[in-house]
């Protein structure tokens, strides 16, 4: 009788697996049949294999144009549909299994895993169809989602450098090749995994009872995975710029890591500079570099000094005008100043890159010092605003609204720690906000922050949130008693 029961369930979770598949490839298909493929700037720099960009998507594109010249596009749009579908698929099931979600949840799973796809055509400046798009989000916002449920099972798995956390290294390996913004998740992995070193280390020095031999206690932590760990975090890191340095020699010729991030991050130095703090700049040829693309910076209003007042108003026009300060206000004297000096000009136009970015990481060794202070200040408006457009839109009521409910969510996490200390919503939702918090951080120091480089995280943050709420209320319902 209870075989029969169990078989009956099981088909039943197999029927509703079955229909949120339907519905994920319904609305994907509806995108592909009602759209078109996208193209963009970034788009040429991955058709033609420039040193800008990681090698992944750019190999895809090759690939598929192999295959047809004239379709290639329309193909790549397909896989990116079809994947979306696929994963997003099996992020429903993951989440059905695990937290046994009845079928009201999982509907309410299932669109929020669709915001990012309905928010971005509805809202973002670019109005992009994700997945329709020629870019590197076109296929990373399925895979991402993908990847840190593969982190969950790493982390749940009790084993730090087990099978599972060695699948996830990989995965999050494999994603960074198509957008280097990912490799923040590298540090997210180390420091998941560290954690649970950290405590298996723990709980064997207990086991001793030698608990304030601060040598037993780092010995024990070692076994539990902390060379390992180290190992395989150096190892990550070093195969992937490996990776790309001989994809770009056998595509360019060219033995280099992706050029052009130092030339991005100069432009937020040039945003805060003041006309003055040229100065410090010791070379005259370079010093007049800078009070060139300054004045006429300057000139345009594209200076710190003429944002709004407020936090909110000073992040908005520091965006306003990172692209142009890069790609404008200090490309294209950069590129003049490169062929006056080394005699390098558009057509080499890689090494040209290259050259572009050593001249901005020289202005920025120099100029740093000077703006440091003002620097901070506008890093810290402009991650507030990658904090909201997390969460939320970015408009007065709403930053009210996600500085409530982080603190809810990290109120909710700790409560639930201290009542349950193994709380798979409490460790889920710290993870989010971990990935969140770097994947923020870090984009501010190269770029905007822009809202299709924050919602990667946006339905995750939700589902956990929905999660905690749920289990605190099962908790309170059986009395405050742990799951």
């Known amino acids: 009788m209870c075989a029969d029961k ?32 996208v193209y963009t700037g970034d788009t040429f720099q991955h058709e033609n294999q420039m040193i800008m960009r990681e ?56 669109g929020i895993l669709l915001v990012p796809h309905i928010m971005t055509p509805l809202f973002s400046s670019t109005h992009l169809v994700l997945t329709n798009a020629l ?31 060695a699948r996830a290294l990989l995965l999050l390996f494999f994603i960074s090749l198509i957008r280097g913004q990912m490799m923040v998740l590298f540090v997210v992995w180390f420091l998941v995994m560290f954690v649970m070193a950290v405590i298996r280390g723990v709980q064997a020095t207990e086991e001793t009872g030698d608990r304030k031999n601060t040598f037993v206690l780092a010995e024990n932590i070692g076994r539990q995975g ?36 130092t030339a991005m991050s100069f432009a937020n130095i040039l945003y805060v500079a003041d006309r003055e703090d040229g100065e410090a700049i010791e070379n005259d040829a370079l010093r007049a570099l800078f009070y060139e693309m300054y004045d006429r910076a300057d000139a345009d209003q594209m200076n710190y000094k003429y944002a709004p007042s407020g936090i909110l108003g000073r992040a908005l026009h520091h965006e306003q005008c990172h692209d142009d ?25 890689q090494e040209l890159m290259i050259a572009i970015d050593e001249v901005a ?54 409560l639930l720690w201290q009542r349950a200390p193994k709380s798979m919503a409490a460790s889920f939702m710290a993870v ?50 742990a799951l």
Not at 19 to 37: D, H, K, N, Q
Not at 136 to 156: D, H, N
Request: net charge positive; glycine share 6%; aromatic share 16%.
């Open 6 to 37: 169990q078989k009956s369930l099981s088909q039943n979770d197999l029927l509703q697996n079955v229909l949120f598949c339907g519905i994920f490839v319904a609305f994907f298909a509806c995108l592909l049949l009602t759209g078109e493929p």
């Open 55 to 110: 090698p992944g998507y750019a190999l895809l594109i090759q690939f598929l144009r192999f295959l047809s010249p004239d379709r290639h596009y329309w193909i790549l749009i397909a896989l990116q549909n079809l994947l979306a579908a696929a994963a997003n698929t099996a992020v429903m099931v993951f989440m059905r299994r695990r937290f046994q979600l009845n079928l009201f949840v999982s509907f309410l799973f299932t």
């Open 135 to 165: 870019m590197t989000e076109g296929i990373l916002f399925s895979i991402y989602p993908v990847a840190f449920i593969q982190l969950l099972r790493a982390m749940w798995s009790g084993r730090p450098m087990g099978r599972e956390s």
């Open 226 to 261: 902390l060379y390992a760990i180290l190992a395989a975090f150096v190892i990550a890191f070093a195969a992937r710029s490996l990776v790309i340095h001989v994809y770009n020699y056998c595509e360019q010729g060219l033995f280099v890591d992706t050029a052009s991030g």
């Open 325 to 349: 300060l890069n790609f404008i206000y200090f490309a294209e004297p950069a590129k003049q100043y490169v062929g006056e000096t080394q005699n390098i000009y558009s057509d080499r136009y």
């Open 361 to 414: 990481g020289g202005l920025s060794a120099q100029l740093m010092p000077q703006v440091l202070g003002r620097y901070i200040l506008n890093y810290f408006s402009v991650t507030a605003l990658g904090f909201v457009r997390t969460v939320a839109y970015e408009n007065p009521v709403l930053v009210r609204y996600a500085v409530f409910i982080y603190a809810a969510a990290i109120a909710l996490t700790l």
């Open 432 to 481: 989010v906000l971990l990935t969140i918090a770097g994947n923020v951080c870090a984009t501010a120091l190269m770029i905007q922050c822009i809202s299709r480089y924050m919602i990667y995280n946006l339905p995750l943050f939700y589902m956990a949130g929905f999660l905690e709420l749920r289990e605190l209320f099962i908790m309170k319902k059986q009395g405050g008693k």
